[in-house]
């Protein structure tokens, strides 16, 4: 899942690559590039936050043990979980949480002038 967007930013180069081959006008690939990549990660920026915090979601079953919410077989802070949490989680937060929003704000306020 955490991959889905740079699949779907490939696949709109590959696209907007093409409408521009065919028009002879790379400009406007760049411009409607632009465009198409601001949105598609403004549509799936919340699920994917949502589902990287998800990995921290626990209830507590009995006294004492708490479980993963959308994985109930799987024991919170115990060896998987800790795994997850540590080697995909707190980097997928980091980057689709934080990174990822101020990379974007970095390219709109470059574009700024070129901005309709």
Do not use: Q
């Not at 043990?65 to 979980?81: Q, R």
Request: glycine share 4%; with cysteine; proline share 3%.
């Amino acid at each position: 899942m955490a991959f889905l967007p740079i699949l779907l930013a490939l696949v709109s180069v590959v696209i907007w690559l093409y409408i521009s081959v065919k028009r002879h006008n790379y400009n406007y690939m760049r411009h409607e590039l632009l465009a198409t990549i601001v949105i598609l990660f403004f549509l799936a920026h919340p699920s994917l936050v949502r589902l990287m915090f998800a990995l921290f979601s626990c209830t507590e079953i009995e006294e004492g043990e708490f479980w993963l919410i959308n994985f109930m077989d799987i024991e919170c802070w115990g060896d998987t979980h800790t795994f997850y949490a540590l080697v995909v989680g707190i980097p997928s937060i980091a980057i689709w949480g934080i990174g990822m929003p101020t990379a974007t704000l970095k390219m709109l306020m470059k574009e700024k002038k070129n901005l309709d």
